[in-house]
């Protein structure tokens, strides 16, 4: 059975902090090492503060879901949402040395990450983010 984890919380910037210690957990049990945890939940970060920010814009009433899974040698998150819908399509995505305020998050989450997909099912938005790992001994 492949382990996973979801948690639901209010979509508040106070939750980053638990929602970043429950996804270092989460990969430290499946065997991640110190610089995968760090990217993986940088990544997962900046996704949740993106659905605060621009789905949810700013109301923290609402809620999100977080699901971390490892099937086949990969952590994968899945970021879930009912705000307003995203067109991936029209992210505009801004280099690292483009001098300006905000804007690297989605930048961050694609260097960090194997694989970022955005779905949106019903009124669900659906953020997937998946980071093939290394082998590590336990």
């Given amino acids: 059975m492949t382990p996973e984890v979801e948690i639901v919380v209010p979509s ?35 996704a949740v503060s993106n659905v605060i920010k621009h789905s949810y814009k700013g109301d923290p009433s609402r809620k999100l879901t977080l699901i971390c ?19 991936a399509g029209t992210l505009i995505v801004r280099p690292p040395e483009e001098i300006r305020v905000g804007g690297r998050g989605v930048y961050l989450m694609r260097a960090v990450m194997d694989e970022v997909e955005y779905v949106r099912k019903g009124d669900t938005n659906c953020v997937r983010m998946s980071k093939m790992l290394q082998v590590h001994a336990r």
Avoid at 23 to 39: D, L, P, W
Wanted: glycine content about 6%; proline content about 6%; hydrophobic content about 35%.
């Fill in 12 to 46: 508040d910037p106070r939750w980053l902090r638990v929602i970043r210690s429950v996804v270092q957990e989460f990969a430290e049990e499946i065997g991640c090492n110190s610089q995968e945890r760090r990217e993986i939940a940088l990544a997962v970060g900046e």
């Fill in 69 to 87: 899974r490892n099937p086949n040698a990969r952590f994968e998150v899945e970021i879930r949402d009912e705000g307003e819908p995203f067109d």
